[in-house]
Nanobody
Framework: QVQLVESGGGLVQAGGSLRLSCVAS????????MGWYRQGLGKERELVAA???????TYADSVKGRFAISRDSAGKTGYLQMNTLKPEDTAVYYC?????????WGQGTQVTVSS
């Protein structure tokens, strides 16, 4: 059974930083894609950042220059470093992994940025 567990969310003041982690466990191999999505209250879920197995990264325009996505060498742990946080970054952040055409989501971690 595959499980994704996010951590690192919390409450931070505007301008602060947080680092989210996503750990994939279970029978999961050949991760092709790891992404971070977020969903604010009353909003649709949106892609924040993603990284492929080739190391190609993608960012939403709203976070470019502030957020950085990375993975460890084993490929089963991903990170989202979030700097210069803004109140509009407040949302539940979800980790998503695609491995051999299987699509997995984590349970989400709340990030709240106060002004």
């Amino acid at each position: 059974q595959v499980q994704l567990v996010e951590s690192g969310g919390g409450l931070v003041q505007a301008g602060g930083s947080l680092r989210l982690s996503c750990v994939a466990s279970g029978s999961i191999f050949s991760i092709n894609f790891m992404g971070w999505y977020r969903q604010g209250l009353g909003k649709e879920r949106e892609l924040v950042a993603a990284i492929t197995n080739a190391g190609t990264t993608t960012y939403a325009d709203s976070v470019k220059g502030r957020f950085a996505i990375s993975r460890d060498s084993a490929g089963k742990t991903g990170y989202l470093q979030m700097n210069t946080l803004k109140p509009e970054d407040t949302a539940v952040y979800y980790c998503r992994v695609i491995a051999r055409k299987n699509d997995y989501w984590g349970q989400g971690t709340q990030v709240t940025v106060s002004s």
